[in-house]
């Protein structure tokens, strides 16, 4: 089973960026799919996530209203659209599935997730 990430990229402050996340080996329609990121010397942190079916996301706070996730099951991939970067969220960015028994469920927890790629990188200069 292998998520792979990619997209990432340097931008300029207030540029975009479309992340994806690739599944392979097995299927995830039945994953809730989420987005972390670490950026240096913190901790991994919760981005975005996004249900089975899609019809539910959270955000974490410091991105609302300016990434956006969404997931396509017949390509088992899910995405990241960034928008309005900025130098904080400079960050690996890292896709993992959650095999939630719930449709409705996104867990910002990472000890919830089961499978991760292996990360993209994203730089934003001010």
């Known amino acids: 089973v292998q998520l792979q990430a990619s997209g990432g990229g340097l931008v300029q402050t207030g540029g975009s960026l479309r992340l994806s996340c690739a599944a392979s080996g097995r299927t995830f329609s039945r994953y809730a799919l989420g987005w972390f990121r670490r950026a240096p010397g913190k901790e991994r942190e919760f981005v975005a996530g996004?249900?089975?079916?899609?019809?539910?996301?959270e955000y974490a706070d410091s991105v609302k209203g300016r990434f956006t996730i969404s997931r396509d099951g017949a390509k088992n991939s899910v995405f990241l659209q960034m928008n309005s970067l900025k130098p904080e969220d400079t960050a690996v960015y890292y896709c993992?599935?959650?095999?939630?028994?719930?449709?409705?469920?996104?867990?910002?927890?990472?000890?919830?997730?089961?499978?991760w790629g292996q990360g993209t990188l994203v730089t934003v200069s001010s």
């Open positions: 996004i249900s089975w079916g899609g019809t539910k996301t």
């Open positions: 993992g599935a959650d095999p939630t028994v719930h449709p409705l469920t996104v867990s910002a927890d990472i000890n919830h997730y089961e499978y």
